[in-house]
T-cell receptor, first 115, second 113 residues
Framework: EPEVTQTPSHQVTQMGQEVILRCVPISNHLYFYWYRQILGQKVEFLVS????????KSEIFDDQFSVERPDGSNFTLKIRSTKLEDSAMYFC?????????????FGPGTRLLVL | AQKVTQAQTEISVVEKEDVTLDCVYETRDTTYYLFWYKQPPSGELVFLIRRNSFDEQNEISGRYSWNFQKSTSSFNFTITASQVVDSAVYFC??????????FGSGTQLTVLP
């Protein structure tokens, strides 16, 4: 069964460093998302992406964040200058939007720790 | 804006008991979608079920069933004959005209042997 994959599974970085989180969505999906989950809290939407551009973004998704689909398979989230509060699990999701019948399938997540 | 409330923070049951997880949602959309996701200790988010707002028929899928009631804005989820492997955090979520998911705070279910 097709699944969303994410790399790395864990990343530790120093405050101020740039990190890139990578995702490979399900191959026939056209809509891509990033969410994050701070430890013990709810899952929060960051950004959605379709047709090579951002569809929607939340207040969390400020200028420190960017997304890119550099090729036909990868979908990346970049944090330019990490802060302590960026420590969280980051989930990528993809969906095959079909006239409202949309289900987002999530990857296993990348656990980011900023020291 | 949408909002999802899961009032039950933690539930513990003994194996083989039935357990119902509550979810109350708020939305201004006339068409919206409701979901349940499971997050086991390994951390991934696993899709369980989706319900469309225009279809209030309740269904059973294996040991899972759900009760969608528009009148009370509730979308409760029941696991029948719970098993230890059902232990996880369960998230209710909704989407609508804004297609991103809005999640509740989750219910930690522990099934004891």
């Amino acid at each position: 069964e097709p699944e969303v994959t994410q790399t790395p599974s864990h990343q530790v970085t120093q405050m101020g460093q740039e990190v890139i989180l990578r995702c490979v969505p399900i191959s026939n999906h056209l809509y891509f998302y990033w969410y994050r989950q701070i430890l013990g809290q709810k899952v929060e939407f960051l950004v959605s992406f379709y047709n090579n551009e951002i569809s929607e973004k939340s207040e969390i998704f400020d200028d420190q964040f960017s997304v890119e689909r550099p090729d036909g398979s990868n979908f990346t989230l970049k944090i330019r200058s990490t802060k302590l509060e960026d420590s969280a699990m980051y989930f990528c999701a993809s969906s095959e939007y079909n006239g409202g019948q949309e289900t987002q399938y999530f990857g296993p997540g990348t656990r980011l720790l900023v020291l | 804006a949408q909002k999802v409330t899961q009032a039950q923070t933690e539930i513990s049951v003994v194996e083989k008991e039935d357990v119902t997880l509550d979810c109350v949602y708020e939305t201004r959309d006339t068409t919206y979608y409701l979901f349940w996701y499971k997050q086991p200790p390994s951390g991934e988010l696993v899709f369980l079920i989706r319900r469309n707002s225009f279809d209030e028929q309740n269904e059973i899928s294996g040991r899972y069933s759900w009760n969608f009631q528009k009148s009370t804005s509730s979308f409760n989820f029941t696991i029948t004959a719970s098993q230890v492997v059902d232990s996880a955090v369960y998230f209710c979520a909704t989407s609508g005209s804004a297609r991103q998911l809005t999640f509740g705070s989750g219910t930690q279910l522990t099934v004891l042997p």
